[in-house]
């Protein structure tokens, strides 16, 4: 007889529920209550910070500094079981050039109730630790409620070119 890898049966039992669609940063959005279709503003590919350097302002090359942001992250979901609601953690981590999380922990938990085929989960994001220009990227990440393992289901690469003017 077989014996069952309880560790891989759960792994994946999140997957089976629900599917990531996409993800996207913008500035802004809006869900119109008469079609419940969502508008997205300002989508971002690509941010530029310039820093002035002021006397009483320390800012030490290689290390982060945290620059406002005041974007969200809109990620769509999809149902792939039917009745049955789904209680899910979603966490957002934001991944350095180096490869380094940088922000994230932040975990929310989300209800996927099952008279819903589709739902969309937005994440403000005030602040970003940036400790030079390169790529980051947005990962999302999601757990179901009560296990311990986040699974990656999308991620969302922006550009952040930063500048110190002396």
Do not use: A
């Amino acid at each position: 007889m077989k014996k069952l890898d309880l560790f891989n049966l759960v792994k994946f039992d999140i997957m089976k529920k629900i599917e990531h669609v996409w993800s996207i940063i913008c500035s802004n959005s809006t869900t119109d209550q008469q079609t419940n279709n969502i508008s997205l503003f300002n989508v971002v590919e690509k941010f530029n910070v310039i820093v002035e350097k002021k006397p009483n302002l320390k800012i030490e090359k290689n290390k982060k500094i945290i620059i406002p942001f005041g974007q969200e992250v809109v990620t769509r979901f999809r149902r792939k079981v039917r009745d049955v609601d789904v209680l899910f953690d979603i966490r957002l981590d934001l991944i350095d050039p180096s490869g380094e999380i940088t922000e994230g922990k932040t975990v929310k938990t989300i209800s996927f109730l099952k008279k819903f085929s589709n739902m969309r989960v937005v994440n403000k994001v005030p602040n970003l630790p940036v400790e030079k220009s390169g790529l980051y990227n947005f990962s999302i990440k999601i757990r179901e409620v009560g296990e311990t393992k986040f699974e990656e289901v999308g991620s969302i690469p922006l550009e952040i070119n930063t500048e110190i003017k002396q």
